[in-house]
């Protein structure tokens, strides 16, 4: 029978509930269990894809063309597993599917109430998941933070579903912030103790407790804790501050955190075998050298509006035995001063993300002009292949004025136009051209050495495309397209063969980045920002 664990915040968001949901997965998975998440976010709407950025971070893309919260990213990097995007649930997609339903008279007259039609339609969406496969275990984690006023219809499902699913069956875990007062130096556990109130309140009797804190939590919290959660001492575990992200499964099954939810759940107690995982975790906090790349963005206020991008880097840099270190720097920044432009020789690499509308996007094509002509290594992703089109049209092939149209409709020289289906296109949810699609990879090319074969499968977020009738002068004047969607009317890569390193694609490989399996463009560049910095010629791949 499936189990189902439910993971819940408490003091404030950004606490770490992804991270700890992820980690619980994959404490049962090096057990040999078969596990899956989900995320459900309670804001209204239906999905992430219309959300800026800077709102709740970077728009992660599932391989079934989903525009999901980036918790999703996190969970796939984690248990190295491709989620649908039916693992995104929202409050939006929830009271759309009832209204939905009582339009077509399927209440059959009867009054339409939070309880218990859309507590139903929560549920339902929940074992939804469960059945698609053969899973041990599924894992729900609910956004935001207990007591706020859209999350009480999803805590009244999990509810509930105890009641259902049987006790045994259920599994219910709290995170939550334990501050360390500044003053006095001690951890106020009170802020917790009122997120578990407020959990007892609406009928929800927790299971486990992880504590956030700076550092471990001394065992006169870990005392109290337990005791105003009514829990054993050892169903409380801390997920304290660590170098990286990836030590934490690791630090809370030393805890035995693991063990304790194996137990209750009543599943079969299995040995772990962390041996891969520790050989990652490793390489990743030992790193031999080290690089400094500058990415140059729209969002550079917030970190997480790369957070995939970051990983993948991350993990290019654990399989070159390079530490990767970045600054997010925005793009403003070099329209604003030109000689701005001479901070970036401090790099050994140049990162130009993804990114919509004109703000910023000549301090990017500068960036790109300046990495083209110093011949240090770049890396463009969406955006950046786009504007690396814009800039090589402009200083390479003479056609000043060029530009994409998404920028100026009225360019000139519309080097990257709208996608001839996209240009009747009226709403804005999920319209994109999204999901995995076959790109077919040139021989004889940096691509083609880098991936090792003449197919892939690559996610993608866009509307705008490189416009057909400036191939061939973009192609005379050196710039190669190495990569192209199967019937050739899209460029997905680009790439230029006379520079150290320069690369740029249409998809976001990063989505499909993992601990120990780097993608192939992200370790490509990483390898060529560190080979240059040791002074050495072009890398092999």
Same mark, same amino acid.
């Given at each position: 029978?499936?189990?189902?664990?439910?993971?819940?915040?408490?003091?404030?968001?950004?606490?770490?509930k992804?991270?700890?949901?992820?980690?619980?997965?994959?404490?049962?998975q090096?057990r040999?269990?078969?596990?899956?998440?989900?995320?459900?976010?309670?804001y209204?709407?239906?999905?992430?894809?219309?959300?800026?950025?800077?709102?709740?971070?970077?728009?992660?893309?599932?391989?079934?063309?989903?525009?999901?919260?980036?918790?999703?990213?996190?969970?796939?990097?984690?248990l190295?597993?491709?989620?649908?995007k039916?693992?995104?649930?929202?409050?939006?997609?929830?009271?759309?599917?009832?209204?939905?339903?009582?339009?077509?008279?399927?209440?059959?007259?009867?009054?339409?109430?939070?309880?218990?039609?859309?507590?139903?339609?929560?549920?339902?969406?929940?074992?939804?998941?469960?059945?698609r496969?053969?899973?041990?275990?599924?894992?729900?984690?609910?956004?935001?933070?207990?007591?706020?006023?859209?999350?009480?219809?999803?805590?009244?499902?999990?509810?509930?579903?105890?009641l259902?699913?049987?006790?045994?069956?259920?599994?219910?875990?709290?995170?939550?912030?334990?501050?360390?007062?500044?003053?006095t130096?001690?951890?106020?556990?009170?802020?917790?103790?009122?997120?578990?109130? %407020?959990?007892?309140?609406?009928?929800?009797?927790?299971?486990?407790?992880?504590?956030?804190?700076?550092?471990?939590?001394?065992?006169?919290?870990?005392?109290?804790?337990?005791?105003?959660?009514?829990?054993?001492?050892?169903?409380v575990?801390?997920?304290?501050?660590?170098?990286?992200?990836?030590?934490?499964?690791?630090?809370?099954?030393?805890?035995?955190?693991? %063990?304790?939810?194996?137990?209750?759940?009543?599943?079969?107690?299995?040995?772990?075998?962390?041996?891969?995982?520790?050989?990652?975790?490793?390489?990743?906090?030992? #790193?031999?050298?080290?690089?400094?790349?500058?990415?140059?963005?729209?969002?550079?206020?917030?970190?997480?509006?790369?957070?995939?991008?970051?990983?993948?880097?991350?993990?290019?840099?654990a399989?070159?035995e390079?530490?990767?270190?970045?600054?997010?720097i925005?793009?403003?920044?070099? %329209? %604003?001063?030109?000689?701005?432009?001479?901070?970036?020789?401090?790099?050994?690499?140049?990162?130009v993300?993804?990114?919509?509308? #004109?703000?910023?996007?000549?301090?990017?094509?500068?960036?790109?002009?300046?990495?083209?002509?110093?011949?240090?290594?770049?890396?463009?992703?969406?955006?950046?292949f786009?504007?690396?089109?814009?800039?090589?049209?402009?200083?390479?092939?003479?056609?000043?004025?060029?530009?994409?149209?998404?920028i100026?409709?009225?360019?000139?020289?519309?080097?990257?136009?709208?996608?001839?289906?996209?240009?009747?296109?009226?709403?804005?949810g999920?319209?994109?051209?999204?999901?995995?699609?076959?790109?077919?990879?040139?021989?004889?090319?940096?691509?083609?050495?880098?991936?090792?074969?003449?197919?892939?499968?690559?996610?993608?977020?866009?509307?705008?495309?490189?416009?057909?009738n400036?191939?061939e002068?973009?192609?005379?004047?050196?710039l190669?397209?190495?990569?192209?969607?199967?019937?050739?009317?899209?460029?997905?890569?680009?790439?230029?063969?006379?520079?150290?390193?320069?690369?740029?694609?249409?998809?976001?490989?990063?989505?499909?980045?993992?601990?120990?399996?780097?993608? #192939?463009?992200?370790?490509?560049?990483?390898?060529?920002?560190?080979?240059?910095?040791?002074?050495?010629?072009?890398?092999?791949?």
């Amino acid at each position: 029978m499936v189990k189902y664990v439910f993971v819940t915040g408490g003091v404030l968001s950004s606490v770490g509930k992804g991270v700890v949901t992820s980690s619980i997965g994959k404490m049962l998975q090096v057990r040999g269990f078969k596990v899956t998440v989900i995320k459900i976010d309670p804001y209204v709407n239906v999905d992430a894809g219309t959300m800026n950025p800077y709102i709740h971070g970077e728009v992660f893309v599932t391989e079934d063309g989903g525009e999901t919260d980036l918790d999703l990213g996190g969970y796939e990097r984690f248990l190295d597993i491709n989620l649908p995007k039916e693992n995104n649930i929202t409050t939006g997609q929830i009271y759309q599917a009832v209204i939905n339903k009582e339009r077509r008279g399927d209440f059959l007259g009867r009054c339409v109430q939070i309880v218990p039609h859309v507590t139903d339609e929560i549920k339902r969406r929940i074992r939804l998941v469960a059945e698609r496969s053969d899973f041990d275990v599924v894992l729900t984690e609910c956004g935001g933070t207990v007591g706020d006023i859209e999350g009480q219809p999803f805590l009244e499902a999990f509810r509930q579903m105890r009641l259902e699913e049987g006790f045994e069956n259920t599994v219910y875990i709290h995170v939550a912030l334990v501050p360390i007062l500044e003053v006095t130096g001690e951890m106020k556990t009170k802020p917790l103790q009122h997120s578990v109130n %407020e959990l007892r309140r609406i009928g929800i009797q927790l299971d486990t407790m992880v504590a956030r804190c700076d550092e471990m939590i001394d065992a006169e919290s870990l005392r109290k804790i337990a005791l105003f959660g009514t829990i054993p001492r050892e169903a409380v575990f801390c997920s304290y501050t660590v170098p990286s992200i990836y030590q934490v499964p690791l630090i809370l099954d030393e805890q035995g955190m693991g %063990e304790y939810i194996s137990g209750r759940l009543g599943v079969q107690k299995r040995k772990p075998d962390w041996k891969n995982w520790r050989e990652f975790v490793d390489s990743f906090e030992n #790193p031999r050298h080290h690089v400094k790349i500058a990415l140059i963005g729209k969002y550079a206020g917030l970190a997480d509006s790369y957070i995939s991008m970051r990983e993948a880097l991350r993990h290019a840099g654990a399989a070159c035995e390079a530490g990767v270190s970045i600054d997010y720097i925005a793009a403003e920044k070099f %329209e %604003e001063d030109l000689t701005e432009l001479e901070l970036l020789k401090n790099y050994d690499g140049i990162f130009v993300p993804y990114g919509f509308g #004109p703000r910023g996007t000549e301090g990017k094509i500068r960036a790109i002009q300046f990495a083209r002509e110093s011949d240090i290594p770049f890396l463009g992703i969406c955006y950046g292949f786009q504007l690396a089109v814009v800039e090589f049209a402009r200083n390479a092939c003479g056609l000043k004025e060029a530009n994409s149209t998404e920028i100026n409709q009225h360019t000139p020289h519309p080097v990257i136009d709208l996608m001839p289906e996209q240009k009747d296109i009226q709403r804005k949810g999920a319209t994109m051209r999204l999901g995995a699609h076959k790109i077919m990879i040139k021989s004889a090319t940096l691509s083609y050495r880098l991936y090792k074969t003449e197919e892939i499968y690559q996610r993608h977020r866009h509307r705008w495309e490189v416009n057909q009738n400036y191939w061939e002068i973009l192609e005379k004047h050196g710039l190669v397209f190495s990569g192209k969607s199967p019937d050739g009317r899209r460029m997905e890569i680009l790439e230029l063969p006379d520079r150290f390193f320069f690369l740029a694609s249409q998809f976001h490989s990063e989505f499909k980045s993992r601990p120990r399996k780097p993608d #192939p463009e992200y370790y490509g560049f990483v390898k060529a920002c560190l080979s240059r910095k040791l002074g050495k010629t072009k890398p092999k791949f």
